[in-house]
């Protein structure tokens, strides 16, 4: 479950109230959730706490499908989807799994971002964003002047900056998707102390068996 409350449809502001219509129809979410593609809903009904975080991160979403954006849908959902595997979300990589099917990528492709880096199903200005992805999620920012300068051969300063501010917006939403434990990322953490045989967590050292000179 999330590690903050739910809010209602009748307890949700305007707009919430809006969106969970859009979202769940006639549903209260609450009490019975799920979404159309699978997804429990949570990620609404908890940001709904803060009527304006939830106000400001779905004029997000509005900002990246506007018609506006010089940046193509498909370059977009690259980032997205690359920043969702590489941060660690199930969630975002898996919505954003179908949004790169929906923008005309193949299932070839899809498959390959975990691995893209060996990949030969990606174009090179697909490459350059898929490295510029790491380098904004693993290197929180730190990005090779050879590679900013291919970025900027293949795409204008406009691309680069709607790019940049999408992909980063997405890496934001995986951490706190994990965080707060939401949709598909409501898991155990998985790292922890396993008991040894006998179901103890003595002191042991576990290397002595090895240790030539003990």
Same mark, same amino acid.
């Given at each position: 479950?999330?590690?903050?409350?739910?809010?209602?449809?009748?307890?949700?502001?305007?707009?919430?109230?809006?969106?969970? =219509?859009?979202? +769940?129809?006639?549903?209260?979410?609450?009490?019975?959730?799920?979404?159309?593609?699978?997804?429990?809903?949570?990620?609404?009904?908890?940001?709904?706490?803060?009527?304006?975080?939830?106000?400001? $991160?779905?004029?997000?979403?509005?900002?990246?499908?506007?018609?506006?954006?010089?940046? %193509?849908?498909?370059?977009?959902?690259?980032?997205?989807?690359?920043? #969702?595997?590489?941060?660690? %979300?199930?969630?975002?990589? %898996?919505q954003h799994? =179908?949004?790169?099917?929906?923008?005309? +990528?193949?299932?070839?492709?899809?498959?390959?971002?975990?691995?893209? %880096?060996?990949?030969?199903?990606?174009?090179?200005?697909?490459?350059?964003?898929?490295?510029? $992805?790491?380098?904004? !999620?693993?290197?929180?920012?730190?990005?090779?002047?050879?590679?900013?300068?291919?970025?900027?051969?293949?795409?204008?300063? !406009?691309?680069?900056?709607?790019?940049?501010?999408?992909?980063?917006?997405?890496?934001?939403?995986?951490?706190?998707? =994990?965080?707060?434990?939401?949709?598909?990322?409501?898991?155990?953490?998985?790292?922890?102390e396993v008991?040894?045989?006998?179901?103890? =967590?003595? #002191?042991?050292?576990?290397?002595? !068996?090895?240790? $030539?000179? #003990?």
């Amino acid at each position: 479950m999330p590690r903050l409350s739910e809010v209602s449809r009748d307890d949700a502001h305007p707009f919430a109230q809006v969106m969970y =219509k859009m979202l +769940f129809g006639d549903r209260d979410p609450v009490a019975e959730p799920g979404t159309a593609s699978g997804t429990p809903g949570n990620w609404w009904t908890v940001f709904a706490n803060c009527p304006d975080a939830f106000d400001h $991160t779905t004029a997000g979403f509005q900002f990246y499908r506007s018609e506006n954006r010089e940046l %193509s849908a498909r370059h977009r959902e690259l980032g997205q989807c690359r920043a #969702g595997y590489v941060a660690a %979300s199930q969630f975002v990589f %898996s919505q954003h799994c =179908k949004a790169m099917r929906d923008v005309g +990528f193949t299932d070839e492709q899809v498959e390959a971002i975990p691995n893209w %880096s060996t990949a030969d199903c990606f174009s090179l200005d697909e490459r350059v964003l898929l490295a510029y $992805t790491d380098c904004l !999620v693993l290197e929180h920012g730190r990005v090779p002047e050879a590679l900013f300068d291919q970025l900027k051969e293949h795409f204008s300063e !406009v691309e680069i900056i709607e790019f940049t501010y999408i992909t980063c917006t997405y890496a934001m939403h995986a951490t706190m998707t =994990k965080a707060l434990r939401l949709e598909y990322d409501d898991v155990d953490e998985r790292v922890q102390e396993v008991p040894d045989p006998d179901g103890n =967590k003595a #002191g042991l050292d576990v290397m002595a !068996v090895v240790d $030539t000179d #003990g």
